[in-house]
């Protein structure tokens, strides 16, 4: 049941604030964490191992981000089909995480089977509890997405996202990085989260306007630093799975290394920066792509819009919250301008030419 929504996708992308609100439940309480499993414990984890595919992998290297700067826990995330084929070495004190949103992807799932024996834990991040990896994992979160229709992955994507922030919280309280007074007003701020993501649905009108735009483009740029670099690549694979758009993500530093030969004015660049420590650079970055005539299409919040200059061919305004808060809420925007240059182009947007919700054979 669509609800009253023209596609799956649309109902997905608009439910997002009342389903991680659900999700935040199962893992906050009013001051501090509770994971559902309440045995995990990250003070002897030296090591994170984070393997997944497509939408969930992106997923993977934001929680890297989070686990590395608020627990200090060395991460490594690798694409499901490379890893169970590399025979990698897993060394005593690694923890191996798989995320998947079905909990039955073959690689994935391959995955897990290569780390059983050799991690000290198997952990699943997944939607469907009674899933084939939910069912051979140590430890289960579920991540509470409800059923997802729409072939992109919107939704599970960003709770997906909201379980890794919520571990990667106990990681920091169980390392002693955050004391019991800074989870209890980081767990406050997440639990305000949804009124943000509520503000940036309220941006559909000025995203679908750009995305009318980019649907005319044959190729679109995504630049993202930091946390914002996986989010760029999730922004061009969302783009090109349903608007059959080429489109390609880079980390904003890389623009020099290569694709800035790829820039004029016929290709669009997405640019997803709030005002954070990094965003003088991607400024600059973004001064490169427009002295080369690129349109640049602005993601970001006021403080970020007002540096950013009037240059810039588009922006869509976010609301400023927590930088660690920020691909959660950037997401959506990214999720927008897909569904909308889709639809701009035609195309059947809840089950996209060759590909398959759930990918269960090689
Ligand atoms: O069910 P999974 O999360 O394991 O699926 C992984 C990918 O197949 C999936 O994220 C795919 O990339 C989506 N179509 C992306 O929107």
Request: charged content about 20%; glycine content about 6%.
């Amino acid at each position: 049941d669509k609800a009253g929504y023209k596609h799956f996708m649309a109902k997905e992308i608009a439910e997002q604030p009342s389903v991680i609100s659900g999700t935040l439940s199962a893992y906050l309480t009013q001051d501090s964490i509770a994971l559902p499993e309440p045995g995990m414990d990250f003070t002897k984890v030296d090591r994170l191992v984070m393997v997944a595919c497509g939408t969930a992998y992106y997923a993977c290297l934001t929680a890297k981000y989070w686990f590395e700067k608020l627990a200090g826990i060395p991460v490594e995330v690798d694409i499901a089909s490379e890893f169970r084929y590399r025979e990698p070495p897993i060394t005593p004190g690694t923890q191996a995480i798989f995320v998947s949103q079905s909990g039955e992807t073959a690689d994935t799932l391959a995955a897990l089977h290569y780390a059983r024996g050799k991690a000290d834990r198997i952990v699943a991040v997944v939607n469907v509890p009674e899933s084939s990896m939910a069912r051979e994992a140590d430890y289960v979160l579920p991540i509470h997405a409800g059923a997802e229709i729409g072939v992109a992955s919107t939704k599970a994507f960003t709770c997906m996202l909201t379980v890794l922030l919520t571990m990667a919280l106990r990681a920091s309280a169980d390392r002693g990085r955050m004391n019991d007074n800074q989870i209890a007003d980081f767990s406050r701020k997440f639990r305000g989260l949804p009124g943000a993501l509520n503000v940036a649905l309220g941006r559909d009108e000025i995203i679908e306007d750009a995305a009318r735009q980019i649907a005319e483009a044959r190729d679109v740029l995504f630049l993202g630093r930091g946390s914002m670099y996986p989010l760029a690549l999730e922004g061009a694979l969302k783009l090109k799975e349903i608007s059959y758009i080429h489109a390609e993500a880079y980390a904003s530093g890389e623009l020099k290394h290569g694709p800035i030969a790829l820039i004029d004015k016929s290709v669009p660049v997405v640019v997803m920066a709030p005002r954070d420590g990094l965003f003088e650079k991607t400024v600059s970055n973004m001064h490169e792509v427009m002295a080369r005539g690129g349109r640049v299409c602005l993601i970001t919040d006021a403080a970020g819009a007002e540096l950013a200059g009037s240059d810039v061919w588009r922006t869509i305004l976010m609301p400023e919250v927590d930088e660690a808060f920020a691909p959660i809420l950037y997401a959506l925007p990214a999720q927008l301008l897909a569904y909308h240059a889709a639809v701009a182009k035609g195309t059947d947007v809840d089950q996209p030419r060759n590909l398959a919700k759930s990918v269960t054979v090689e």
